[in-house]
């Protein structure tokens, strides 16, 4: 053939936001580079993977088939033929999670600057925290390394094994900066535990109130992160002090005991939010922000509104572009946790067209469809070989 098929020149949107360049430093790194050539190398079975993803949820020969064809318009395939699909998920197990890990962990960056609506705050660049589960293939291995979720009638064989998911999301941009995975009885606040490591100062956290204790509210303030977290209708906040703007200074202790241990000082938001839906009601914020004058509290509550981005992400990836109700595929756990890794990093390069096709019109990035760029996502790496610019 007049080109080797990992030279991989014509994948569009996966060759333009995860270069061949690097993807091969991950998969040295990782310990999967080829001591002899293959038939699939590396690099082609990750953006194998991706394209799974990205086509999701279309069969392994269907997905390859949408990755050459691209090349084979343009003769670069020669006599190259698509392995079957056997050879394919042989090709998935070698390869296995960590490359797909470690490529995300090396490209989730924030993105937003201060001309990219709902980015900043103040100054403060706003994330939030969140969680979700994905469903996946029912097999016994999938059951012992993940467990399933309980149910009404207190049975464990009605629904499918799942994975949870702790996310920080940059509220403007809808990128994930942080990802946890664990089996499905790790509970939210153990998995959210670990993604202060991605936090530090500039930033403001947002998170609903059954995230709020004291364990976890230091370890993100340790990276010199701010918050404004939600709080339970039964928190108890004394007044310490009342602010000009009628927020006030209060205390939150690690248990219920106030006398246990040192407590933290915190700033206490309350607001009404009118109306019949479900964000109707009493809300209590608390804030590490303490300056009334400088953070404003009318406006902390106006804020708050954006920790719904987070959901916002988990539709976009589990019902526009995993599909609804599309159950993960892989029987191992090692296959599940390949897929979901690949999902983010489809997600963020989705993402990353938007952010950029939104500043050269000057639009708010919401204003650009997520199943549209999908779409075209989808028509880059069929159609259009060679780079891919937005």
Request: with cysteine; hydrophobic share 40%.
């Amino acid at each position: 053939m007049s080109a080797s098929v990992s030279e991989l020149s014509g994948l569009g949107l996966l060759t333009w936001v995860y270069p061949p360049g690097l993807v091969d430093r991950v998969v040295a790194a990782c310990g999967r580079a080829e001591q002899r050539r293959r038939l699939l190398p590396a690099r082609l079975v990750v953006y194998f993977v991706l394209g799974l993803a990205l086509f999701s949820p279309a069969p392994y020969l269907d997905v390859m088939r949408h990755l050459v064809e691209g090349l084979r318009s343009q003769g670069l395939l020669g006599e190259w033929r698509i392995p079957g699909k056997s050879s394919l998920f042989r090709a998935r197990q070698r390869l296995g999670c960590e490359p797909l890990r470690v490529l995300f962990t090396t490209t989730a960056k924030p993105m937003g600057t201060a001309d990219t609506p709902g980015t900043f705050w103040r100054g403060l660049r706003v994330l939030a925290v969140d969680g979700t589960c994905w469903d996946v293939a029912d097999s016994e291995a999938n059951e012992a390394a993940f467990g399933r979720p309980g149910n009404s009638r207190g049975t464990d064989k009605t629904s499918f094994p799942q994975v949870r998911m702790a996310c920080l999301v940059e509220t403007g941009t809808h990128l994930v900066l942080d990802a946890e995975l664990a089996g499905c009885r790790t509970g939210e606040v153990t998995l959210v535990g670990r993604l202060p490591r991605s936090c530090g100062p500039g930033q403001l956290v947002l998170a609903d109130r059954e995230f709020l204790g004291v364990p976890l509210w230091r370890a993100f303030t340790a990276t010199g992160a701010d918050l404004l977290w939600r709080v339970s209708a039964n928190r108890v906040l004394p007044v310490d002090r009342m602010l000009r703007d009628g927020s006030w200074l209060s205390r939150i202790h690690a248990c219920t005991d106030p006398g246990h241990g040192d407590p933290v000082t915190v700033r206490v938001v309350a607001y009404r939010l009118g109306g019949t839906g479900r964000t109707a009601g009493e809300y209590r914020l608390v804030t590490s922000l303490l300056d009334a004058r400088r953070h404003p509290a009318r406006q902390l509550a106006a804020l708050y509104h954006e920790r719904w981005e987070a959901e916002a992400v988990f539709a976009e990836l589990k019902t526009h572009q995993r599909g609804a109700r599309v159950v993960l595929s892989s029987k191992t756990p090692d296959g599940v946790v390949q897929q979901i890794w690949a999902h983010l990093l489809v997600h963020r390069a989705l993402r990353e067209l938007m952010l950029r096709t939104a500043a050269t019109r000057h639009l708010d990035p919401d204003r650009i469809s997520f199943t549209e760029t999908l779409r075209s996502a989808r028509r880059s790496v069929t159609v259009t070989p060679g780079s891919f610019s937005p």
